[in-house]
T-cell receptor, first 111, second 112 residues
Framework: DAGITQSPRYKITETGRQVTLMCHQT?????MFWYRQDLGHGLRLIYY???????DKGEVPDGYVVSRSKTENFPLTLESATRSQTSVYFC??????????FGPGTRLTVL | EDQVTQSPEALRLQEGESSSLNCSYT??????LFWYRQDPGKGPEFLFT???AGEEKEKERLKATLTKKESFLHITAPKPEDSATYLC?????????????FGQGTTLQVKP
C-alpha cells in the first residue's frame, strides 16, 4: 500500500542496547521527520531531513542518530537506549512547507 | 519565541452539544495553520490547512476558521466518534525548513 509505514509497531528493549526504528514512505516526499510523543510534552521533533543525505537536529536530538541514504527511508537509531527514551515515536513526511503526513507510530519501551 | 497554545486541554461534551477549540499562535508571517486529529494509539491524521485570516474550511461536523492571532475548530452537534485529540500546528519563522510547531492538543470526549 502507498503511504508511510513504520516498523516495528511495538518494541521492548533493555537499557544500553541499540535499537533502530524504521520509516518508509512511497510518495517521494523530500522532507521526513521523527517525533516523540510523551504525556505532558506533546509532539517533539527529534531529527528531520530535507532530502537524501541532508539531516538536521530538532528539539530533542540527544541520544539519537539518523541517516537518509534513500529518499524513501529515514531510520532512527538509539545507540544506547535509556529508560527516558521510552515513548511513542512517529515518523512523518511532507513536500516542503506543506502538510505533514504521519505514520502509525512505534511504541518503544526501554526496561 | 514561536509558540502554539491550545485550549482547553480537555473538553467533555454531550452528544449534540456544539463547542469550539482554540489554537493561538505567536509566529509572524503565518505560512499556514494545520489541524490534525489523533485517535488513541494512532498517528495524527490531517484535517485542514488555513492560510489567511478570514479563511474557513469544513469537513462534516468540523469547521476551522482563522484570524491573525488564532484559529478555532468549531464542532457542531458532535457525535461520540468525534472523540479524539485535536492538534494544531504552524511553520516556525525560521525559513522554509518544512518543520511544524505543534500545540499540546485538546482532548475531546463526546458522551452519548
Amino acid at each position: 500500500d502507498a503511504g508511510i509505514t513504520q516498523s516495528p509497531r511495538y518494541k521492548i528493549t533493555e537499557t544500553g542496547r541499540q535499537v533502530t526504528l524504521m520509516c518508509h514512505q512511497t510518495w517521494s516526499h523530500s522532507y521526513m521527520f521523527w517525533y516523540r510523543q510523551d504525556l505532558g510534552h506533546g509532539l517533539r521533533l527529534i531529527y528531520y531531513s530535507a532530502a537524501a543525505d541532508i539531516t538536521d537536529k530538532g528539539e530533542v536530538p540527544d541520544g539519537y542518530v539518523v541517516s537518509r541514504s534513500k529518499t524513501e527511508n529515514f531510520p532512527l537509531t538509539l545507540e544506547s537506549a535509556t529508560r527516558s527514551q521510552t515513548s511513542v515515536y512517529f515518523c512523518a513526511s511532507s513536500q516542503g512547507s506543506d502538510t505533514q503526513y504521519f505514520g502509525p507510530g512505534t511504541r518503544l519501551t526501554v526496561l | 519565541e514561536d509558540q502554539v497554545t491550545q485550549s482547553p486541554e480537555a473538553l467533555r461534551l454531550q452528544e449534540g452539544e456544539s463547542s469550539s477549540l482554540n489554537c493561538s499562535y505567536t509566529v509572524s508571517g503565518l505560512r499556514g495553520l494545520f489541524w490534525y486529529r489523533q485517535d488513541p494509539g494512532k498517528g495524527p491524521e490531517f484535517l485542514f490547512t488555513l492560510y489567511s485570516a478570514g479563511e474557513e474550511k469544513e469537513k462534516e461536523r468540523l469547521k476551522a476558521t482563522l484570524t491573525k492571532k488564532e484559529s478555532f475548530l468549531h464542532i457542531t452537534a458532535p457525535k461520540p466518534e468525534d472523540s479524539a485529540t485535536y492538534l494544531c500546528a504552524v511553520p516556525p519563522n525560521s525559513g522554509n525548513t518544512g518543520k511544524l510547531i505543534f500545540g499540546q492538543g485538546t482532548t475531546l470526549q463526546v458522551k452519548p
